[in-house]
């Protein structure tokens, strides 16, 4: 099809407001999936992606679409649906003209939501809105249309009500796509530009890299170089999603493909960088590239010591496909060996534990999550840390600088209290509330992110009922009076349960801390103290007293299958611990510090 007969969008939705239900329709309507070769939720084809019902890597689709008797071609191209991600959303909204702005109609506007469609403005994308789950009997269109046009700013006259659950809706929205959307540029003449909106990686193939042509034109053998990483290759495969590949000889300036050119890594083709020709480079990169930077960083341990080995090499796989996970070895007195390793946020935490376990087998012990500090040492030193075990002693610091983000919280006006009172109590600095209408409230902070890693979604989620959202984002570091709080558990400092806490904070965190690990460290056979230390000062203390291990007093009788259950408890219970000295120290005690409250 001519460049005039393209579209490329993607979808902007709050998560569950039905963003994979409404592509699953569209990709049936326009005969791109049949309707018996469509798992559940075609877009996230990530297993984990689906039991979380998250999306967390991006897809794309083509389709083809009849408009007034011509062929048209759509490309969908989804977008990640966290906060963690939003570089990687920003980047996919870059390749498109247009967006979908779908909200339930049931619901609302939400903070996540608006933050993409801020973005996409800045894009200057097209925005279509869409209600959807008008099916539902508490649906009020009216209400949710006028939300968004008060808090956006977009006109919702011509808003389209759908049910992506009923199929109700779906050609309007497939023509406003071919109507409103306007077609790409046709700059098929200039040098080739490309932007990367995904990659990942293939054990046969190397890494397949999903782009969009900005401008020129690429073929199948083009010798290229990726901007920003200049490294060069020969594109040995290039072809169309429709959504699954399809090899194609040239791809022109406003079409979306793929690639693939034994690339060994992700990392060497990097989300946001610019696709060209060897031998005629693009004067300009296309803008908008950064660089991932691990805002979390936690230690990996593994249970069992002789599992380090595969430990690094599951790692070392994961990073081929995951250019933001970074990892260095770590070795802890208590611990042993493992990795320290960094991510994007917690949910990126969260997903990589969680594949490490699952596809590489591994039993893993997870310490506390930190953020990076910026430690201003007295000789004039500045020295980054994430790892409060190694922070430089308290003689040889002038200052500690720590990371502050913006956070927007939107909420029913009957939660406004409870999530001011989050907030503050996170040591946060209120900057502005606004009511965007007469119900919701959009309620702004600034506050460390390290009060934010850890249960602070959680306490938004239960402190609201459920009702409000948030986005966040990094403003900048900023000194804090920062102190170091040792745990010491039978007399020995364990370097995993150390944290940095806020100076006022220090007494209450250590008290709750112990009083946390005395619940949840089992009884051993003998007395153990647990005590919170601030250099050689104990300043909370604890202990657990001894006890005779014998479970299987509490069975009675001979009820056997009883009797087994109980062991098989036990040895489940087990499996998650660590021997610090004599001690067995269960996972949940190294995340204790998070849930404090
Ligand atoms: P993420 O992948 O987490 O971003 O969620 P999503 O926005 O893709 O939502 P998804 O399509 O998974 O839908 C969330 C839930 O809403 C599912 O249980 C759907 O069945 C349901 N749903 C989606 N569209 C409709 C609709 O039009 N009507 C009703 N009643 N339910 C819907």
Redesign the pocket.
């Known amino acids: 099809v001519p460049t005039s007969n393209i579209r490329n969008f993607c979808i902007i939705?709050?998560?569950?407001?039905?963003?994979?239900?409404?592509a699953d329709k569209l990709l049936q309507m326009t005969g791109t999936v049949q309707r018996r070769e469509m798992k559940e939720?075609f877009l996230?084809n990530m297993d984990l992606e689906r039991e979380r019902?998250?999306?967390i890597k991006l897809q794309a689709a083509r389709m083809r679409f009849i408009y007034e008797n011509k062929p048209y071609c759509l490309n969908l191209i989804d977008t990640p649906?966290h906060v963690d991600f939003s570089y990687e959303v920003s980047r996919s909204l870059a390749a498109c003209e247009g967006a979908l702005l779908?909200v339930d109609a049931s619901q609302g506007v939400e903070a996540q939501t608006l933050a993409n469609v801020y973005l996409a403005l800045e894009n200057n994308l097209e925005i279509i809105p869409v209600l959807?789950?008008?099916?539902?009997p508490g649906a009020e269109p009216s209400r949710v249309s006028q939300e968004i046009e008060e808090v956006v700013g977009l006109d919702c006259s011509n808003a389209i009500h759908?049910?992506?659950?009923?199929g109700i809706g779906i050609s309007e929205i497939l023509s406003a796509i071919v109507q409103r959307i306007p077609p790409p540029l046709d700059t098929a003449e200039r040098p080739l530009r490309a932007l990367i909106f995904d990659s990942y990686y293939d054990a046969y193939r190397g890494v397949i890299v999903y782009f969009r042509v900005i401008d020129g034109t690429i073929k199948k053998g083009d010798r290229i170089v990726f901007m920003a990483s200049d490294k060069d290759y020969f594109a040995d495969e290039i072809g169309v999603l429709s959504p699954s590949q399809l090899q194609a000889d040239e791809l022109y300036a406003g079409e979306v493909g793929y690639l693939s050119a034994s690339i060994r890594s992700v990392a060497d083709a990097r989300v946001g960088d610019t696709i060209t020709h060897y031998s005629r480079r693009a004067e300009q990169s296309l803008p908008g590239y950064k660089q991932a930077t691990p805002m979390v960083f936690c230690g990996l341990f593994p249970v069992d010591a002789d599992q380090f080995p595969e430990l690094r090499d599951a790692l070392e796989k994961l990073q081929l496909n995951d250019a933001a996970l970074e990892f260095e070895a770590e070795s802890s007195s208590a611990m042993g060996f493992g990795f320290r390793c960094g991510f994007l946020g917690l949910l990126h935490m969260e997903i990589v534990q969680e594949r490490l376990e699952r596809e590489y087998n591994l039993t893993l012990i997870t310490t506390a999550p930190s953020v990076v500090y910026r430690v201003n040492c007295i000789n004039g030193d500045t020295v980054e840390c994430s790892n409060p075990s190694v922070l430089p002693e308290a003689g040889k610091r002038r200052s500690i600088e720590e990371p502050f983000v913006k956070i927007e919280m939107l909420t029913p006006k009957d939660y406004i209290g409870p999530l001011m009172e989050l907030a503050q109590s996170r040591r946060g600095e209120f900057k502005e509330m606004k009511f965007i209408t007469e119900n919701r409230a959009s309620i702004t902070y600034i506050l460390p992110l390290a009060e934010m890693v850890g249960d602070f979604f959680d306490q938004l989620k239960s402190r609201s009922k459920g009702y409000a959202s948030m986005d966040y984002s990094f403003v900048g570091y900023n000194e804090s009076d920062l102190i170091k709080l040792d745990i010491l558990i039978n007399g020995d400092i364990v370097d995993p349960l150390a944290t940095i806490v806020h100076k006022e904070k220090a007494y209450t965190v250590g008290r709750a801390l112990t009083q946390k690990l005395k619940e949840l460290i089992p009884r051993q056979l003998f007395k153990v103290p647990i005590q919170a230390s601030i250099g050689a000062k104990v300043i909370a203390s604890e202990a657990l007293s001894a006890m005779r291990k014998d479970v299987l007093a509490k069975c009675y009788g001979g009820d056997i299958t009883r009797k087994k259950k109980l062991l098989k408890k036990q040895a489940e219970g087990k499996k998650r611990m660590k021997a610090i000295g004599k001690v067995d120290v269960p996972q949940e005690a190294f995340m204790a510090v998070l849930k404090l409250e």
């Not at 959807?132 to 539902?136: A, F, T």
């Open positions: 939705a709050h998560i569950d407001h039905g963003k994979s239900t409404l939720q996230d019902g998250i999306t649906g779908v959807n789950k008008i099916d539902l759908c049910s992506a659950k009923e």
